[in-house]
């Protein structure tokens, strides 16, 4: 799906999100929520969250009774809730999908399944949700302490191996994204362990090829494109001065690419667990807004998710 909200200025902080998803709900009421399979405290607590926040009114999928035993742990009441019973969890995220396309619901989010099991069912043929040539992938927003400006991190989640072809399409889906929350010339930094162009390091090749097609004009204007870099030389003007790196990207990304979900998830949640940053995470690609938070997020953190998702869907 595509923006279709215009943002002039470039937003910076999750917390700028968030007002401009309070600025939407004022003119369009709460957007709702399904929740496939939600019998999950976590996102239970998310949920309740945002719907006090008035960002929401959730729709709740899943085993009945164990959403009421885990509605009454966290101190909601089961009649303020609206729950369709369905045990099986491939057709929970069936129901939910199918909601959503009857015009019934806005988003989706993934509830108590593995995210394996929940993309299973999405790609369903019979849903008709993956067009043709597309590829969905998962962006990670996220505020980082002491940088100020929102780094974008792909894929966490989704895209298990990205070679080169599957690395450009992230590369697209993730300027696109930027472009929506008005970054309209994202700096995008492949990362590696190393910043050299080594032979014997398959993924500094394929990354040295695009740094090169950027360099000859190959992504859209304005879009810079760099790598390999290690993630010091992409984000720390520091570590660019005392190596002496000329690059355009190097210490201040935008963007951060990896080839492999190993690598992108150990550095989402580094960030998140050991550094304290906050974060939103959904899925692009996709017809309509996919949440997909970690199972450890804290409900404050998919209060963003929420709020970036209402964003898309606006």
């Known amino acids: ?51 006090k926040q008035g960002l929401i009114e959730p729709i709740l999928i899943g085993h009945k009774r164990h959403i009421n035993e885990m509605l009454d742990q966290i101190g909601e009441k089961r009649s303020n809730w609206k729950i369709i019973v369905e045990k099986d969890h491939h057709t929970a995220t069936v129901k939910a999908v199918k909601l959503i396309q009857e015009g019934k619901a806005d988003i989706l989010m993934r509830g108590n399944l593995l995210a394996r099991d929940f993309f299973t069912a999405l790609f369903d043929p019979e849903l008709g949700l993956r067009k043709p040539g597309g590829l969905w992938t998962n962006i990670v927003v996220l505020n980082v302490y002491p940088i100020d400006r929102l780094l974008f991190l792909t894929d966490c989640a989704l895209v298990v191996n990205a070679e080169l072809p599957e690395r ?32 014997g390091m398959p993924v500094a090749l394929e990354e040295a090829i695009i740094a090169k097609m950027s ?56 960030l998140i667990t050991l550094c304290g940053a906050s974060s939103a995470s959904v899925i692009v690609g996709a017809p309509f807004p996919i949440i997909l938070t970690s199972r450890s997020e804290n409900p404050e953190n998919i209060l963003y998710s929420f709020a970036l998702s209402i964003l898309m869907k606006r």
Do not use: C, W
Not at 8 to 34: F, H, M, N, T, W
């Open 1 to 51: 799906m595509k923006f279709n909200i215009n943002i002039d200025e470039p937003i910076r902080s999750l917390d700028e999100i968030y007002v401009k998803a309070q600025e939407s709900v004022k003119q369009q009421g709460p957007y709702r929520i399904v929740e496939a399979v939600a019998q999950d405290k976590l996102t239970l607590k998310g949920l309740a969250l945002g719907r």
């Open 168 to 199: 450009l399409k992230l590369i697209q889906n993730a300027t696109e994204f930027a472009n929506g929350l008005g970054i309209k010339e994202p700096k995008i930094a492949l990362l590696a362990a190393v910043e050299t162009v080594t032979p």
């Open 215 to 270: 360099e000859r004009g190959q992504f859209p204007k304005g879009v810079s494109v760099d790598g390999p870099l290690s993630l010091d030389l992409a984000i720390n003007p520091h570590a660019v001065e005392k190596k002496k790196m000329k690059s355009q990207v190097a210490g201040q990304a935008d963007i951060l690419v990896v080839n492999n979900i190993h690598v992108g998830n150990v550095l989402f949640k580094s």
